[in-house]
């Protein structure tokens, strides 16, 4: 028998061991089983401001509310990068994209890459992924093939990049067969993140499940014709940053795009009613979001890679369980795209490498930090697709963002600046405004300061085309095969 004394200096020295803070995280070794499960609901071009939480006039999203009611709300999120797979890699990763080097759609994220899925299973964690990948850049209808192009994901019913919602194709797990789900593929894709979940139910180890959805990116108006029916493109309010000749094809877009939030919304409903039936709710951390918005007719635009808000904010939602005494709420620092995997990580108690660049927000979350996410980047390394230079007049930027306003600079200089708090609809440019200047000049400051932080050059989307080999058509955009 263990003398008392002896015995209480082996529980403290225990304590103290269990304690100990790891990086970046103040996180605590626990055993395996006790960790959460890890559900991300990933949406492809759903806008921060597309949602009934967030106060859009057109759209009931009661699920989403529901969920929003339980969760934390990072109300200022958005996407670093707002394009694909530059968000998907970063998601992954938990690096910006000069760093990760997928900085344009359709290019292969590198293989030997410290992913979310390769740590978690590392700590036993069984990982699943259900939808859309686009970060593997062999063809957007071919196999993403078994083995290290999967990133760490050992359950897999996925396919590479399709908004084909109807007729969408998918690889089932080791099946090279090419198939197709049944019916819209947001329903089907929904039904089998359940059945995997649930097939988890009695497992005595935790699950990551990555629910990638297509939706409601366009094509607009394929969403099952009940969710296309509540919406009348007459009766759509429109934001005013939206010029008067294309208010009828906005009203026309939009009322499809809220038929696909509206089908999100229900399915989202579904995973959480059976979560909590299984009495799995309790356990498991959700986070809700998207890769990016949709301009969608906002300042004369469609689509993303834009520095304004419709683009680059997202939906930002964190349900975490109660036994980690997180307090819901709306939260205001500014959430990015890298620091989606280092939180998730701290949150489960998992030590994050030291490849992750992001910030973890579990101190913040506590209440133990309180000078986190003030300000953050956004970024367009090399402009191309739907706002390639040629056609469209995209261009290079990088961009302060910070809780008021958006300032951002292209290669010729100061190029934007908005008072969010004052112009919400980022109508009146303040760049060269006498009145503004030391405010321009002090933000200018921050930015360099930010670019020199992260090792970023701003150079010419070329340089770095050169550095990573990615070849490019006639528009300076990655050319890709069915």
């Not at 593929?185 to 988890?200: E, K, S, V």
Request: with cysteine; aromatic share 10%; net charge neutral.
């Amino acid at each position: 028998m263990i003398p008392f004394k002896k015995l209480s200096l082996l529980v403290i020295g225990i304590t103290m061991l269990l304690s100990c803070n790891l990086k970046k995280g103040n996180t605590t070794q626990v055993t395996k089983e006790s960790k959460p499960n890890v559900l991300i609901i990933l949406a492809d071009q759903w806008r921060a401001q597309a949602t009934g939480y967030a106060g859009d006039p057109n759209v009931k999203t009661p699920a989403l509310d529901s969920l929003a009611a339980m969760s934390v709300n990072f109300k200022n999120a958005v996407s670093g990068m707002p394009v694909c797979s530059p968000f998907k890699a970063s998601l992954l990763t938990g690096q910006r994209p000069l760093t990760h080097g997928v900085f344009m759609n359709d290019v292969q994220l590198d293989t030997n890459a410290v992913t979310m899925a390769k740590i978690l299973a590392k700590e036993g964690y069984s990982t699943g992924f259900v939808g859309k990948w686009h970060i593997d850049g062999h063809g957007r209808l071919q196999n993403v093939m078994p083995g290290n192009r999967r990133q760490g994901f050992q359950f897999w019913m996925g396919n590479e990049c399709t908004h084909n919602y109807n007729g969408s194709v998918y690889y089932d797990n080791d099946d090279p067969k090419r198939k197709i789900w049944k019916g819209y593929d947001t329903f089907a894709q929904t039904d089998a993140a359940i059945n995997y979940m649930n097939d988890r139910k009695l497992a005595n180890n935790p699950f990551l499940m990555l629910l990638s959805y297509g939706t409601p990116h366009a094509p607009y108006h394929s969403a099952p014709k009940e969710y296309r029916d509540l919406f009348n493109p007459d009766d759509i309010k429109l934001r005013e940053n939206v010029p008067v000749n294309m208010k009828k094809k906005v009203r026309e877009d939009l009322a499809g795009y809220y038929a696909h939030i509206t089908a999100l919304d229900d399915m989202i409903g579904k995973v959480v009613r059976n979560l909590r039936k299984n009495s799995q709710l309790d356990n498991t951390i959700i986070v809700v979001t998207a890769d990016h918005g949709d301009l969608l007719g906002s300042h004369g635009a469609y689509k993303k890679q834009q520095p304004y808000n419709e683009s680059a904010g997202v939906p930002m939602l964190y349900y975490i369980p109660e036994k980690l005494k997180i307090t819901p709420g709306i939260k205001d620092a500014l959430m990015n795209s890298e620091d989606i995997l280092p939180t998730i990580l701290a949150l489960c108690d998992v030590t994050i490498p030291n490849t992750v660049e992001g910030i973890n927000y579990r101190p913040y979350l506590e209440g133990k930090e309180k000078n986190v996410g003030e300000s953050t980047l956004l970024t367009c390394v090399q402009p191309f697709g739907q706002w390639n230079k040629v056609q469209h007049g995209g261009k290079e930027y990088r961009a302060l963002k910070t809780k008021r306003y958006t300032y951002a600079k292209d290669l010729d200089g100061p190029w934007l600046l908005f008072d969010d708090e004052k112009d919400p609809y980022q109508m009146n440019n303040l760049i060269g405004n006498v009145a503004y200047a030391s405010l321009q000049k002090e933000l200018d400051k921050k930015l360099i300061e930010r670019l020199v932080e992260t090792e970023d050059d701003f150079l010419p989307g070329m340089e770095y085309i050169k550095k990573w080999g990615y070849p490019l058509d006639a528009t300076g955009t990655v050319p890709y095969t069915q």
